[in-house]
């Protein structure tokens, strides 16, 4: 069996803006379009998490929407377990759907308020004729509520989300996630809404989900904090491309383009000293609307002349890449 479950090469979206729209979003000159995902490839193996980080408007949810093929790439390919389904329809692509299902960032709004957990963790069964007998679709509910840690399962099922906390709601999320059998999780921001206190426990509860049921997922954060506990594997996206990738902890404990470090130094450490600690870059926000180029020069400390030519990812050391200039001088 291949141990490679997804493969996504140099995919690619573009959205295109109005003429009366375009100072709104920063475009420059004659660019018309905004470069949603640009050129972004990456693997993952079975059971592995790939987490991808970056602000909000870095593109990582239409990289989500494209890999579930809710959205159609301008370009590019995306293969699932050897088979290309970029372009698949019909029956093909209702099959890929269910070996790959999503859970999204808000519980109060993802799930319908007016069904019973019974009702909105089998719609998903319902939705691709699995199990056809009412009795079958009951005990896979069941069994994926288990799963979750939801117990006593028989009497959660019976419930409105609205008698549910956060942490219980997204579990329930998780659930209907899982109850189609995915093989690939894509989790957008799944704690992100929650308190402190129950995000961790959502994150043991998916960690120890992965190694039961070798489910891989796509982790997509803007929070590098939460990020290292479940991640095997990281790719730091910025206004649409990917920056850099590696193994996780290697990406974190030693990064190497400005834009991963200014995302570092911007996560908050409980310490009050730093508090007063200058942040080494400072994030800016829109200023990564450059048509050529490294897209982060306007907002990079260390810009230089050759920066205004496209970098591409380049390797640095075994499965690290970056694309930046400025990478074999280690500038940490
Ligand atoms: Fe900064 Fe240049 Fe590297 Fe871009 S390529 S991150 S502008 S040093």
Redesign the pocket.
């Known amino acids: 069996m291949l141990n490679e479950i997804l493969n996504v090469s140099n995919l690619r979206k573009y959205f295109h803006v109005k003429k009366s729209l375009r100072d709104s979003f920063h475009l420059h000159g004659d660019a018309q379009y905004i470069k949603a995902v640009d050129d972004v490839s990456f693997k993952i193996n079975r059971g592995e998490v790939l987490v991808i980080a970056g602000e909000s408007g870095s593109g990582k949810s239409t990289l989500a929407r494209l890999i579930l093929r809710a959205i159609e790439p301008d370009s590019g390919s995306i293969f699932f377990e050897g088979h290309d389904i970029t372009r698949k329809r019909g029956k093909g692509l209702k099959n890929f759907r269910t070996k790959i299902q999503m859970v999204q960032q808000d519980p109060y709004t993802s799930i319908d308020p007016r069904w019973r957990v019974m009702d909105i963790v089998s719609e998903p069964l319902a939705i691709h004729h699995l199990y056809f007998s009412r009795k079958e679709r009951e005990d896979e509910v069941i069994k994926a509520l288990e799963n979750v840690r939801l117990e006593p399962a028989s009497e959660i099922s019976n419930k409105f989300p609205h008698m549910l906390s956060g942490g219980q709601r997204q579990r329930v999320a998780l659930a209907r996630a899982l109850v189609v059998n995915p093989k690939i999780i894509v989790a957008d921001e799944p704690v992100s809404m929650l308190d402190i206190s129950v995000r961790a426990e959502i994150l043991q509860l998916m960690k120890a989900l992965k190694d039961k049921l070798q489910i891989s997922y796509i982790y997509i954060t803007h929070d590098l904090s939460t990020s290292r506990y479940i991640g095997d594997n990281i790719a730091i996206m910025y206004a649409g491309k990917i920056?850099e990738t590696g193994p996780i902890n290697q990406v974190l404990l030693n990064p190497l383009?400005?834009?991963t470090q200014a995302l570092i130094d911007a996560v908050s450490e409980p310490d009050p000293n730093d508090l007063q600690r200058e942040k080494t870059i400072r994030l800016k926000h829109g200023a990564s609307k450059t048509d050529v180029g490294?897209r982060?020069?306007q907002s990079?400390l260390?810009?230089?002349e050759?920066?205004s030519e496209d970098?591409i990812l380049e390797q640095k050391e075994t499965n690290h890449l970056v694309?930046?200039?400025?990478?074999p001088k280690l500038i940490r």
């Open positions: 920056v383009h400005p834009y490294c982060f020069c990079c260390y810009s230089m050759i920066c970098p694309s930046c200039f400025l990478y």
